[in-house]
Every structure is written in C-alpha cells, then in structure tokens.
C-alpha cells in the first residue's frame, strides 16, 4: 500500500512538473510580439552590419533577404499588436533587448563564417520560438503570423547553413 501511495505522489509530481514546464514556455501575446520583435531587429542590426562588412555576394544576398523579411514580419507584427490592441514594451526597451541579442561577431578573415555561424544559431532560436507560440497560442492573428513567417525563417536556416558550409 506504502508503494502505491509513493507511485501515485511521484505521477502527480510528475504530472505537475510537466504543467508547469509547458506553462512556462507559453507567452502573453504582448510578450511574444516584444520578443519577436526584439529577435527580427538584431537580425536586421547584424545583417546590416555583416552587408556593409563582408565582401562576399553570398553574404551580401542573404543579407539582403534577412533584412527585408524580418523587416517585413517586424511591420505585421506591430500591425497585429495594434489591431489587438496590446499593452506592448516602448521602442527603446525593445531595442535595448535587441542589442542585447545581437551576437558578437569579430571582424578581420573570420567575419563571414562568425556570421553565418550566429544567423544559423539565432534564426534556430526563432524558428523554435515561432513552432512554440503556434501551437500554444489561442490568438488567431498570432497563430497565423507564426505559421506565415516560419516557412521564410526556415528558408533563412537553409541559407545560413550554406554560408556556413561554403566557409
């Protein structure tokens, strides 16, 4: 009987460990549009950099796409806050986020396989982030940003992985 009542505490232990895990990764929509948004400048920051930096047509046209896709997403995602009406962080606290996510990426030979190697690291990171609010997110607008970036993102992956192979 002990045993029973020792299995039966660590299921729900268990149980509850893994509500809690699941809970903790869900996001108000406030906070997964701050996020996103944070994430889609430093990509757009490092890329300018890098396209300014590198002087490979590789780089230059990843770059190229980077910058306009999350550019892109950035405009939808703050149309959607708008349109839900949400209470989201002011530009400088998001911009101060982004600096923060930017990698350090060194300059001199190495600059183009620093580079490709952060896009790979930070576009997994969004793409993980993206899967995330999809499939917990109850806000339609939101569910649709996410599943209409994802493929782009996914595209910026493969590239990135070229850049990174071809280095």
């Keep these: 009987m002990k045993r029973m009542a020792t299995q039966i505490r660590n299921t729900g232990f268990a149980t509850l460990l893994g509500l809690c895990a699941s809970s903790a990764f869900a996001q108000s929509p406030a906070e997964f549009i701050n996020d996103a948004s944070a994430q889609g400048i430093a990509d757009i920051e ?10 490979s047509k590789e780089v ?3 770059t190229i796409v980077v910058i306009n896709d999350r550019t892109t997403a950035n405009q939808h995602l703050a149309k959607i806050a708008k349109q839900l009406d949400l209470p989201v962080a002011p530009r400088e606290q998001v911009a101060d986020k982004a600096k923060a996510l930017m990698p350090q990426v060194m300059d001199g030979a190495n600059f183009d396989e620093a580079y490709a190697a952060s896009q790979v690291k930070s576009t997994e ?7 995330q609010e999809a499939q917990t997110t109850d806000v339609p ?8 970036t994802l493929p782009k993102l996914q ?3 493969q590239m990135a992985r070229a850049l990174q192979a071809s280095r």
């Design 155 to 157: 595209h910026h992956l």
């Design 46 to 55: 490092t890329s300018r950099l890098a396209h300014q930096k590198s002087e």
């Design 60 to 62: 230059k046209d990843y």
């Design 125 to 131: 990171e969004a793409i993980a982030q993206l899967q």
């Design 141 to 148: 607008e939101i569910k649709a940003f996410a599943e209409e």
